[in-house]
């Protein structure tokens, strides 16, 4: 009798998780209306243009992300796009183009592939022999491309592009010693490696293509000489031209018959140089040809000139003042130069007209540059050939620039450019500066993000204005009413027109675009800004529905590797205040922040002026406390364990003194293994109260985790199944402190967790994995935490909770204080079982905290799984009871299942996750999800369903018509009723 009963209590749970699991399901019609997902590829390092036809309609790129893909020539969407593994084992060391393949050299020299570009399809891999990777090139005879060269450290090979296998593979000479940068080949059956042994000499060795016979090796003296990029290039044929900075000279060296290189100093070609940063650029335009005798030398970051190299003999064909960028490319038989130049600003005088008709640019916070086109032969300019186009003043600077030239249909050459920026911006140009599409692949490397809601509509503030204004009287509120009211019935009125009007077109040609003008806060506050900065320094304000760019800044000065903190201040709940973000970045190398104070829903800078930072910071806290303008405070402690507060009136520096001894906060040594407890001093100074120390040379700290200030729990309890309450302990001052054994053998590894109390510095708990080791992923909440980690023993991923109790007794009902607990929490813990690695983990948020929690887990192919928090409850039996029944507890499983419907973004993978994001919107049952990584995806989820709003299919049409029927029933009904009572009066 027991065992059918638990028999039938198994199959009540498990219909019950599969009623949960079908409720969480995405439905097809459902697919992209909630959510959307940006794709990107990061910052370019190649680019190579489809060369198959006249007009390129795609891009090949490879970027630090170790990406390649095809970008759509027209749109700038992606065709195709793979994404290698993370770090140095992925990163694409070079990418070579021929015809319709392209050939990208990876992982440091150890995986040569090659694709092809229309549809992204793999043609072939193979590995390549360990050795450090320098270059790669294509080597050609007179008449084509015949081969892919690989130069390592010690040794060159040439590979067939057909199918990769290796032709032939020779040492080279003198390696320890000699740094081979160069490869050139000349299209007449040689292949030549150029290296040098820095201060010493050059060396360059000459192979025979058939074969691999060693054919010429030479030894220059060039004790001047460091390396050969960006200082070294092969013009003409076979020439080696060399820049030296210190005497001001250019080098020449002829491969086939000299052995001494050519001195010419840059005083005969008549040049003004006042900054030398010198570089060469130099260009071949078909590898069965020579390189071309005209050769780029960047004098200064803003100085090019155009020089010839013909019989030994160096010329200036053209001087190129205040360029900033260049680039060849030929189209059929003309090589063209493109040379990019900022565009002088207009200087208005007192006769221009009125400043809306003639507003410049640079008024308009523009920067405008100019592309010209120049013959390479001659340095002439090309007429009509001039693209222009503008960066706004907040954005960064022409970095970098690619051009595709061709041939038009009268002969002459037109072009298209693109252009990188420092922020890592791509635009995509055409003559003659229309803007075909551009890319902010910034959003790659998103560090740290927040939602901020939407501001009222101008009705909504008028309507708020009643309350916050002193009103004349009993009449002028009234009239203010009134007309607040007839303001809203002419936007209800508009709203209706616009709805009938947009009924009646096609949907192709409705347009519902969300600018920054018409941003409104929507019923249920599901629309939000999502503020989002950048490791470039770059910040973007996007529309949560739409993934809509309204606003972008960037930070000119942010140095790279810095950290960021964003905190929001002031929302828009207070009006007519602005809301107001604070943005503290630290820069890596010196330790000292900065503060930049910015609205949130417009990108602009703020008035305010935030205070100056003259120590590394060591923590920021933003406190609960406000200004008069409803501005939270920013406390920041730096090196010297001075507080500086921000905003600092009078009355946040008197609100300071009052709560002191209730502000406390905490530092972390990760080299010492040490945490330490300080307290808020009346004098803003700082006082050490306790003090944690962990044996750094046993374990060393991996994170530290508090929880996060604006969760909220709705259940101070548990209800068991005898009807008891077991009380959570709910300590809002706890710390997860995560630690992980610095001993890398697989018997001695263990994964260390403690809970500390940060006011008092007590330790709650401690507990140890053994033969664990990380990466640990930790979430904490409420009154439990989740952690994951490796099993190096069973070898596998697991999965440990812990929730802590106080007891069927609460010792405290109305208020929570660390000062005050004399009893150590009931602690409960379990493991299981997780089939799958994970990139990160994150926990759900609601706005009251009623609905049910999951945790979102990303896993390493992209996707996004919403587990529920009850397959991780500790107290779930192995053999099911009467009371585990009666509070729904899921009998004991040590395997945690992955189910498909699970996945939140079915089949829109996140490539390269780097976080989570959760906020709560307006509806406790609704959570906003952001996933950032390579892409951005953004998303709702309802871990308890949608039970506080009706569903999109519901009936309207035959609940009205019941509704209507009843009306009329009723109203019949009493007509007939007092009929028969009228007649029952005449008896």
Known sequence: MGSTMAVKGVFQVVSFIALIAEMMAVYEDQVGKFDWRQQYVGKLQNVAFDTATQLSRRLVVTTEKNVIAALNARTGELFWRHVDRTGPEGRIDALLTLGQDAVTVSGGGRMLRSWETNIGGLNWEIPLDAGSFQLAGLVATSDSVKYIAVVKKGAISLHYPSNGHQKWMES?????????????????????????????????????????????????????????????????????VCVEPFSHSLYLLTLETEQEMKQVPLQTLALEIEVFQPKIITYQPSLASSPLSRFFLQVSPNHFVL???????????????????????????????????????????SGTSDAHEGSSPEEAGLL?????????????????????????????????????????????VGYRALVQTTDHMITFLQQPGKVLWTREEALVEVVTMEMVDLPLTGTQAELEGEFGKKADGLMGMFLKRLSSQLILLQAWIAHLWKLFYDARKPRSQVKNEITIDNLARDEFNLQKMMVMVTASGKLFGIESSSGTILWKQYLQNVKTGSSFKLVVQRTTAHFPHPPQCTLLIKDKESGLSSIYVFNPIFGKQSHVVPPVLHH????????????????KVLLVIDDKYKVTSFPSSKYVLQQLQELAPSIFFYLVDIIQGKLCGFRLQKDLTTEEIWQVVIPPELQRIV??????????????????????????????????VVTES??????????????????????????????????????????????????????????????????????????????????????????????????????????????????????????????????????????????????????????????????????????????????????ESTCLVVVYGL?????????????????????????????????????????????????????
């Open 172 to 240: 080279l000479p003198d390696s320890d010693v000699v740094q081979y940068e160069m490869l050139y080949s000349g299209g007449a059956g040689v292949v030549y490696v150029l290296g040098v042994a820095p201060q010493k000499h050059l060396t360059f060795v000459a192979f025979n293509v058939a074969d691999g016979e060693l054919i010429q090796q030479v030894t220059v003296e060039a004790p001047w000489i460091e390396t050969l990029k960006d200082v070294c290039g092969m013009v003409g044929s076979g020439t080696l």
């Open 307 to 349: 020089l010839q190299c013909q019989n030994g003999v160096v010329s200036l064909v053209r001087d190129f003042a205040q360029a900033l960028l260049i680039s060849f490319a030929t189209a059929g038989e003309k090589t063209v130069a493109a040379v990019l130049f900022p565009k002088p600003e207009v200087v208005k005088t």
């Open 368 to 412: 405008m540059y100019n592309i010209q086109l120049y013959l390479a032969d001659s340095g002439r300019r090309l007429l009509e050939t001039t693209i222009t186009f503008s960066v706004e003043k907040n954005c960064g600077r022409p970095e970098q620039m690619y051009v595709q030239a061709f041939l038009k249909k009268d002969d002459s």
């Open 616 to 631: 590394p910071v060591l923590q920021s806290l933003l406190l609960p406390i406000m200004d008069q303008d409803y501005a």
């Open 703 to 736: 994170s530290v985790k508090g929880k996060r200030s604006n969760e909220h729990v709705h259940s101070q309890g548990r209800v068991m199944g005898d009807r008891s309450v077991l009380y959570k302990y709910l300590n809002p001052n706890l710390l997860a």
């Open 742 to 923: 610095t001993d890398p053998h697989q018997e001695r590894t263990f994964i260390g967790v403690y809970l500390i109390d940060a006011v008092t510095g007590r330790i709650i708990h401690e507990s140890v994995q053994r033969k664990a080791k990380g990466p640990v992923y930790l979430v904490h909440s409420e009154n439990w935490l989740v952690y994951q980690y490796w099993n190096t023993k069973a070898r596998r991923n697991e999965f440990t909770v812990q929730e802590l109790y106080e007891g069927t007794e609460q010792y405290n009902s109305t208020a929570f204080s660390s000062l005050d607990r004399p009893h150590m929490p009931h602690v409960i813990q379990q493991s299981y079982i997780f089939p799958s690695a994970i990139s990160l983990l994150e926990s759900t948020i609601t706005e009251k905290g009623i609905t049910s929690r999951h945790l979102l887990v990303g896993l390493p192919s992209g996707a996004v799984l919403s587990l529920p928090k009850m397959f991780l409850d500790p107290r779930r039996p192995e053999i099911p009871s009467e009371q585990s029944r009666e509070e729904n507890l899921i009998p004991y499983a040590p395997e945690l299942p992955i189910r498909p419907e699970w996945y939140i973004n079915y089949n829109q993978t996140v490539s390269q996750i780097r976080g989570i994001y959760t906020a709560p919107s307006g509806l």
């Open 935 to 987: 892409d951005i995806y953004q998303t709702r989820v309802y871990p308890s369903k949608q039970f506080d709003v009706l569903k999109d299919d519901y009936d309207y049409v035959l609940i009205t018509g019941v509704l209507l029927g009843l009306v009329f029933a009723t109203m019949i009904t009493k007509r007939l009723a007092q009929v028969k009572l009228l007649n029952r009066a005449w008896r």
